[in-house]
């Protein structure tokens, strides 16, 4: 029997970004600490229901969760979001991921929220067996576009 080490489940701080660089880059997005910071902050100054989750073991960050919470029309309650699930690849097995997961699901469900949806692109198919293992089930398809974004002003709706 493999003995699980004990994690430690807590919000992200400024001084994690650095952790968080190979983490993203697991994901498919490098970046470096600064960046990570950058983002973090801008993710939490954009988005009021925006939640960084880091899991730790023994003083190291080894996995990390984006949380979001959207309200819809269509439901009776906004939908909580994890936008970005990923554990290192040597700490994969370990229970981190299992861990961000079910504090995610605590967090809604102190929020009220009814309805989870965990995103995961196509290159990630090994995530889906893990998705699958904690009671996800395959819902639908997301579809995507990248755009061009202007780099100067904002733009208008008409």
């Known amino acids: 029997m493999t003995m699980r080490p004990d994690v430690t489940v807590r919000d992200a701080r400024d001084d994690d970004a650095d952790a968080l660089a190979p983490l993203l880059a697991t994901l498919g997005y490098p970046t470096d600490g600064e960046t990570a910071r950058a983002r973090c902050r801008a993710l939490r100054g954009a988005d ?9 073991v023994d003083g190291r960050v080894l996995g990390v969760a984006t949380l979001h919470v959207t309200p819809v029309i269509h439901r009776p309650t906004g939908v909580g979001r994890i936008t970005a699930l990923v554990v290192l690849p040597e700490a994969q097995g370990s229970g981190v991921g299992r861990q961000l997961v079910e504090a995610s699901e605590r967090h809604f469900a102190a929020l009220g929220i009814e309805r989870i949806e965990v995103t995961s692109g196509t290159s ?14 395959d819902h639908g398809v997301r579809f995507a576009r990248t755009l061009a974004v202007p780099s100067t002003g904002s733009a208008t709706v008409a």
């Open 48 to 56: 009021a229901t925006a939640r960084i989750l880091v899991g730790v």
């Open 124 to 137: 990630h198919r090994p995530a889906y067996d893990f998705y699958r293992h904690l009671g996800y089930q």
